[in-house]
């Protein structure tokens, strides 16, 4: 592994966007240090994050393969299949940067895990600590961070309340006209 080596994907190999995108792009202008490498499936996103000067390679060639298994760190936005699903995580630390935090359900619903079987609860919770536990995730709020973690069984020491990369424009003094007018 690379501790320098960071990959980077989204929208299951579909899309070069979102919070992943942001962050990737953020990361080459700003992080000379660090190696960012977009990993995709889809031949018009390669092409487009290499007009753009970046480090791209298609998840399922043998170079796309390498450098997920020898990165150091793996940003997604859904899941693994926005870098590589079919081999499973690499034991690199896995960021989970989402796509939104949105008010709909996932995971498992506290009301669910209420009406089942303690030993049942406990052995899932072992399932996805063991399966998650190079993972970190990220959320908005102290709010979220609480949802998620219950709703994933996810420990909340690996929950870390950052904001999302794609709305720190927001935030950010700018000399885009768009921007100026919203804010």
């Known amino acids: ?27 080459n202008e700003n992080h000379k240090n660090i190696t960012p490498i977009w990993i995709t499936g889809e031949n018009f996103a390669l092409e487009q994050v290499r007009s753009l000067g970046y480090l791209c390679y ?13 990165a150091g760190a793996c940003f ?9 699903r079919t081999i499973g995580n690499g034991n690199q630390k896995v960021i989970q940067l989402w796509h939104g935090m949105g008010i709909k359900g996932f ?4 009301e669910k895990i ?3 079987d303690a030993e049942y609860v406990a052995n899932l919770k072992k399932v996805y600590q063991n399966e998650h536990a190079r993972w970190y995730w990220m959320s908005t709020s102290e709010e979220s961070k609480e ?7 996810i420990p909340e020491n690996h929950m870390f309340i950052t904001g999302q990369p794609k709305d720190d424009v927001f935030a950010r003094n700018t000399s885009n006209a768009y921007i ?4």
């Open 76 to 84: 997604i936005t859904a899941g693994l299949g926005d870098i590589e």
């Open 107 to 110: 995971g498992l619903p506290s």
């Open 180 to 183: 100026d007018e919203i804010r």
């Open 114 to 116: 209420k009406h089942c």
């Open 147 to 153: 949802k998620y973690a219950r709703s994933c069984l």
């Open 58 to 70: 298609h998840k399922h060639s043998l170079i796309g393969l390498w450098h997920y298994l020898t």
């Open 1 to 27: 592994k690379k501790k320098d080596k960071w990959v980077f994907g989204a929208w299951d190999g579909k899309l070069y966007a979102d919070n992943t995108k942001v962050l990737f792009q953020y990361i």
